[in-house]
C-alpha cells in the first residue's frame, strides 16, 4: 500500500468510526442516566392539582432512580414561561415538565406567537385525570342542568360564570357548554383557582366548571350546589351527580396532567421514565392518594400520551374558533 493510499484508508476509517463513537457514547450515556438530580418544572404556583401529582410520584420514582428529584415551579403566561424554559433545556432527561393542558394543547390556539412548539415535547406518560364539576351558588333558582339551561336561556346574559383565566380549562368548559346549549352567560376571569372559587361561594359569581375535589366538599357542606360532572361517566365519589353527557352529549371535558421532556430526548430515557411512572401510579397506595383528591391516575405510554395530546388540542382548537375566545 502506498503512502496515499494508506492516508486515504486511514481517513476512511476514522470518518466512519466518529458516527459510530458518538452512537456509543450516547447510548453509554442513556444506560448510565440517571447520575445527577432530575429537575421537574411545574407551569403553576405551589399547592395546586399541576403541582401535587408530580410530588405525589416523586418520592417513588426517587427510590425507583436513585436519584433525587426537585420540583421547581415557575408560574406565569398561563404556563408559557415553564414551558419555554423546558422547551430549551438539554435534552438529556435532567430537565421535565409537569403540566396541565394550556401549554401543551391550548395555548398554541390562543396565542399569536409562542416561543416554543408544544407538538415538539416529548411525550413521557399522563399522570392523571380530573374531571371537572358544574357548580352553582345557592341563589341561583335551579336544580338540574336542564333547569340551569332553561333559567340561562329566558335570562340571557344574566348569570356569570368564573374561570381561573382566559384559556383555562374552566373557561373553556364553560364555552363548550354554552356552545352545545346555546345559552348566554357572561364570563368573569380570575387569577387563579382560589380567587374564583372564593367568590363563587361568597355569590359574586353564579356559576364555575371547577375541580370536582372541590365540588364534592361544597357539595357535602351545602355551600354549592353540584349539577354535573364532565368526565365522560358518573364518578364514584359522586354517583349521584350525572356525567353531563347524559344531558348534553358533547360536553367531555377532563383536566389531565401530563410529563414531557424537551425535544430530541433519547426515546430510552423517556420509555424508562414512562414505565417506571406508569409502575408507580397502578399500585393502589398511588390510587388511594389520587381518588383523595378526585383524581384518576393514568400512566399511558408516550405513543398514547402524543395520540391524547394531538386530539386535545384539535377539541380545544375548535371551541376557540367557535366561541372567539382570545386572552385578552
Not at 356569570?160 to 345559552?183: I, M, R
Not at 390510587?287 to 383528591?293: P, Q, S
Amino acid at each position: 500500500m502506498t503512502h496515499a493510499n494508506r492516508r486515504e484508508f486511514l481517513s476512511t476509517s476514522i470518518a466512519l468510526a466518529l458516527p459510530l463513537s458518538a452512537t456509543h457514547a450516547q447510548a453509554q450515556s442513556n444506560a448510565a442516566w440517571p447520575q445527577k438530580t432530575i429537575k421537574i418544572i411545574v407551569p403553576n404556583p405551589a399547592g395546586g392539582s399541576a403541582d401535587l401529582f408530580p410530588r405525589l410520584i416523586s418520592e417513588a420514582l426517587m427510590a425507583k432512580l436513585g436519584q433525587s428529584i426537585v420540583i421547581e415551579n415557575k408560574p406565569g403566561a398561563a404556563g408559557n414561561i415553564a414551558a419555554e424554559f423546558v422547551f430549551n433545556a438539554e435534552p438529556d432527561g435532567y430537565t421535565l415538565m409537569a403540566a396541565p393542558p394550556p401549554p401543551l394543547s391550548i395555548n398554541v390556539s390562543l396565542y399569536p406567537k409562542l416561543n416554543y412548539e408544544p407538538s415538539k415535547f416529548v411525550p413521557i406518560t399522563i399522570l392523571s385525570l380530573v374531571p371537572n364539576a358544574l357548580m352553582v351558588h345557592p341563589s341561583v333558582p335551579v336544580s338540574t342542568v336542564q333547569e340551569l339551561i332553561a333559567y340561562a336561556k329566558a335570562n340571557p346574559d344574566k348569570l356569570s360564570y368564573a374561570s381561573q383565566g382566559n384559556g383555562s380549562t374552566a373557561h373553556l368548559t364553560a364555552e363548550l357548554f354554552k356552545q352545545k346549549t346555546g345559552v348566554k352567560m357572561v364570563h368573569v376571569p380570575y387569577k387563579g383557582d382560589a380567587p374564583a372559587v372564593a367568590d363563587l361561594l361568597a355569590g359574586h359569581v353564579n356559576v364555575m366548571f371547577g375541580n370536582v375535589a372541590q365540588a364534592s366538599a361544597h357539595l357535602r357542606s351545602g355551600k354549592l350546589k353540584v349539577l354535573a360532572v364532565t368526565s365522560a361517566k358518573r364518578i364514584t365519589s359522586m354517583p349521584n351527580i350525572p356525567a353531563m353527557q347524559e344531558i348534553v352529549p358533547g360536553v367531555v371535558a377532563v383536566a389531565w396532567f401530563a410529563m414531557v421532556a424537551p425535544p430530541k430526548t433519547p426515546a430510552a430515557i423517556v420509555n424508562r421514565l414512562s414505565a417506571l411512572i406508569g409502575e408507580i401510579l397502578r399500585t393502589p397506595e398511588m390510587a388511594r392518594r389520587f381518588a383523595e383528591v378526585g383524581a384518576e391516575p393514568v400512566g399511558n405510554t408516550p405513543e398514547e400520551m402524543a395520540q391524547w395530546m394531538k386530539e386535545d388540542t384539535e377539541r380545544w382548537r375548535q371551541v376557540i374558533k367557535t366561541g372567539g375566545v382570545t386572552i385578552d
